[in-house]
């Protein structure tokens, strides 16, 4: 049994919670919001970002990060990424040399272009740092409903402490050490998820989200190969795998935003109707900076950009991918004539 401090009580520090006490380890749920961390209490249920999963009588819960952090075997980092610096400098005091911190949100900090494990490292860097991630949604892991992620650190050791810490029968967990490609993945998929259900916001069909989907996995691929990340992470569970389902689900809030967006609302507009953090929103500013910086075009990373923060009505955005100049699909095909 391990002692581990969940950092963050939304949906999916929620349900990984569950998974970690249904595994036998004693976890302790921190939030900085009052009002949240007695509702667990009280109610053993997050009421109001996910119904219905029941919470085990022997997690604890408080807003004291101290009492969450200190002398814990892991902290699972599960704040929104545009919380992830703030928070990690805040437990900087609490952690010790060694002491495993495992990140499972997904983004990349606007200002730096850093991922969310870089971010760590720099606030905290006496800590082990690891990810988790891969096609999951909270709704379904806090019901127990079978699941596949990736465990990414730069030691295999570390990698594997996260599999033995999370891994049933119901949450199976591979290990890699390409944790850059792995978080690109995880935070890219979620910009090309926004234009999907901007897709079906307009009414578009089957053919039009299989083609975002395809050439959403070119884009992701060309800028991340640019920046190191590896081919086989990119077509694995944390790329191809990440990218579906959250361009299909209907849990998914990036997707669900998008889909409001394509039928009129603004960003803000979307974002408030969706109530919770919508991750690809934060993450399309970062993409196009990777571009610039890396030499990479993403058509249609560059048009969802225009939709959120120019006002470019998602039809128009549209409009524009598909009447671009033609080209090949795949440039490094050579012709036989």
């Known amino acids: 049994m391990a002692n581990i401090g969940m950092i963050g009580a939304g949906s999916w520090g929620t349900a990984l919670s569950v998974v970690l006490e249904k595994n036998g380890h004693a976890v302790t749920v921190w939030s900085v919001m009052e009002d949240e961390i007695q509702m667990l209490r009280e109610k053993r249920e997050h009421i109001d970002k996910l119904p219905g999963v029941r919470l085990g009588e022997s997690i604890q819960f408080t807003t004291d990060l101290r009492r969450a952090a200190e002398g814990m075997d892991a902290l699972v980092l599960a704040v929104p990424s545009m919380y992830v610096r703030k928070t990690a400098h805040d437990l900087a005091g609490y952690v010790t040399q060694g002491q495993l911190i495992i990140s499972v949100a997904k983004g990349i900090e606007e200002e730096t272009l850093m991922t969310l494990s870089e ?25 127990g409903i079978p699941s596949a992620l990736v465990a990414g650190a730069k030691e295999k050791k570390t990698a594997e402490r996260v599999q ?141 950009n225009a939709v959120l923060f120019e006002g470019k009505p998602a039809k128009d955005a549209v409009y524009e991918l598909m009447t671009r100049d033609k080209k090949a699909e795949h440039d490094e095909l050579i012709w036989e004539a």
């Open 164 to 304: 033995n810490y999370f891994m049933n029968e119901a949450f199976r967990v591979y290990t890699s050490p390409d944790v850059k490609g792995m978080e690109l993945g995880a935070s890219l998929k979620n910009v090309i998820a926004l234009a999907a259900g901007m897709a079906d916001g307009l009414g578009y069909g089957d053919n039009t989200k299989a083609a975002l989907i395809t050439r959403g996995i070119n884009e992701i691929n060309r800028l991340a190969t640019a920046m190191g990340a590896k081919q086989e992470t990119l077509n694995g569970l944390t790329g191809i795998g990440d990218l579906i389902v959250t361009c299909a689900s209907r849990h998914s809030r990036n997707r669900k935003a998008g889909m409001l967006m394509g039928q009129g609302l603004s960003m803000q507009e979307a974002m408030d109707e969706v109530r919770m953090v919508v991750e690809g929103v934060y993450s399309a500013k970062a993409a196009m900076g990777l571009a610039e910086k890396y030499g990479v075009d993403l058509p249609i990373i560059r048009q969802v």
């Open 119 to 143: 971010i760590i490292g720099q606030e905290i860097p006496q800590a082990a740092v690891a990810v988790l991630c891969g096609p999951s949604h909270a709704e379904e892991v806090g019901r």
